[in-house]
Nanobody, 128 residues
Framework: QVQPVESGGGLAQTGGSLRLSCAAS????????MGWFRQAPGKEREFVAAISWRGRSTDYTDSVKGRFTISRDNAKNTVYLQMNSLKPEDTAIYYCAADLTGSWTRAKYSHVLEYDYWGQGTQVTVSS
């Protein structure tokens, strides 16, 4: 069993920063691809960022490239999402997810259905 738990959400102003954390249980955390997704009211859950099992590869959706950074600390079983230059359109519930297959293919790690375990989500609100 893997249970991701997100933290670090909150309220930020446009141009501000927040750092999300996701602590995930499981002895083989370092074998998981980890992803961040978000869901705004009335919209589908969308891919934000993903990181390979050793952290050597990362990928982002176009709208956050250059502003968000995903990283992981396998010794702490934790993945992070540093969010800078926040915009009102970044407002959403942010979810952390674990893909136990560890497959690093964009068609997979960017897809909701690829992930096996999900956190409860943390709210991020960016005021204009």
């Amino acid at each position: 069993q893997v249970q991701p738990v997100e933290s670090g959400g909150g309220l930020a102003q446009t141009g501000g920063s927040l750092r999300l954390s996701c602590a995930a249980s499981g002895r083989t955390f370092s074998n998981y691809v980890m992803g961040w997704f978000r869901q705004a009211p009335g919209k589908e859950r969308e891919f934000v960022a993903a990181i390979s099992w050793r952290g050597r590869s990362t990928d982002y959706t176009d709208s956050v490239k250059g502003r968000f950074t995903i990283s992981r600390d396998n010794a702490k079983n934790t993945v992070y999402l540093q969010m800078n230059s926040l915009k009102p359109e970044d407002t959403a519930i942010y979810y952390c997810a674990a893909d136990l297959t560890g497959s690093w293919t964009r068609a997979k790690y960017s897809h909701v259905l690829e992930y096996d375990y999900w956190g409860q989500g943390t709210q991020v609100t960016v005021s204009s």
